[in-house]
């Protein structure tokens, strides 16, 4: 069976690629990040299969599976403009890591950040659009871009132990939202394949089955899941997500385009203190080439 980004592909070739960008994603997006070409594919397939109705399934879900640095969340914003337009206002973003999720708060809120993602002021429609953190989707502003930003653990807690502010299933009922996992490859951890009791097994929820009990909750939701590591050599995983992979652009492509940094490893067989000392002769000449 071919990969969606492969069909796609192939509609390309046969004519289909009059797709083009709307300008109300790239007027928004924040001017000193030039869209590259590989950016601009990866919006042109989700464009052409989201309104594409003989291929695109509901709820919808994709995965972007493109090489660290490559501008993942540069793509996520240009997301969350178009399916705004579209008529989402919802977004719940969750990554494994805390730390993850505070830079990305950063990248979508703090217009003061140098990696702020969109413009200074959105506008679609002639309309300003604030773009508004939110803890839950219980009272939230309806001409706003209102984001959840969450941990995947956190929301697997929230989900199946209520408490008071927090996001619950109840929310996800009458809501269209759209999910947004970054470093997706964390929620297709088997967790099948562990043991456990016939106990164990009535009380365990696996984060992956909290993330799509959400996301089959409303017809209209839209799960989009970016990774670097999409290990499709697995057979499981493959045939899970033949249909999902929507763009694909690999590491060895984007050294090959020359976006990505050339690593030169030094070895060293000397004392461990000679090493350490190494280490720290090299950080400081690193500081200095910065800064210079």
């Known amino acids: 069976m071919s990969f969606l980004y492969e069909i796609l592909d192939t509609l390309r070739n046969y004519g289909d690629d009059e797709i083009e960008i709307p300008p109300y994603i790239t007027e928004n997006l924040n001017p000193l990040f030039e869209l590259r070409p590989y950016q601009v594919g990866a919006f042109k397939n989700f464009i052409t299969y989201f309104e594409n109705d003989r291929f695109c399934k509901k709820p919808t879900q994709v995965l972007f599976h493109m090489a660290t640095g490559s501008g993942k969340t540069l793509i996520m914003a240009g997301l969350m403009l178009y399916l705004y337009k579209k008529g989402y206002r919802n977004f719940l973003f969750f990554v494994n890591l805390s730390n993850i999720v505070n830079k990305t708060k950063d990248n979508f809120l703090n217009s003061h950040s140098r990696k702020y993602l969109f413009s200074e002021e959105i506008r679609i429609n002639g309309e300003y659009v604030p773009v508004k953190k939110v803890s839950n989707f219980q009272c939230v502003d309806e001409n706003a871009i209102n984001i959840c930003f969450t941990t995947t653990q956190s929301l697997h807690t929230d989900m199946w132990f209520a408490k008071e502010n927090a996001i619950s299933f109840n929310e996800f009922l009458e809501k269209k939202v759209v999910l947004i996992s970054d470093e ?60 999902k992979i929507i763009y694909d652009y690999p590491l060895f492509k984007f050294r090959a385009d020359g976006y990505s940094k050339e690593i030169k490893t030094l070895r060293s067989d000397v004392r461990l203190m000679d090493r350490a000392i190494q280490a720290i002769v090299l950080s400081q000449y690193r500081l200095k080439v910065f800064q210079d």
């Open 184 to 243: 997706a490859h964390h929620l297709n951890v088997d967790a099948k394949t562990l043991k456990r009791n016939k106990e164990e097994e009535e009380n365990y929820h696996s984060w992956e089955e909290t993330v799509h009990r959400i996301f089959e909750m409303n017809k209209d939701n839209v799960l989009l899941e970016f990774t670097a590591t999409c290990n499709i050599n697995n057979p499981q995983i493959r045939a899970e997500y033949e249909s």
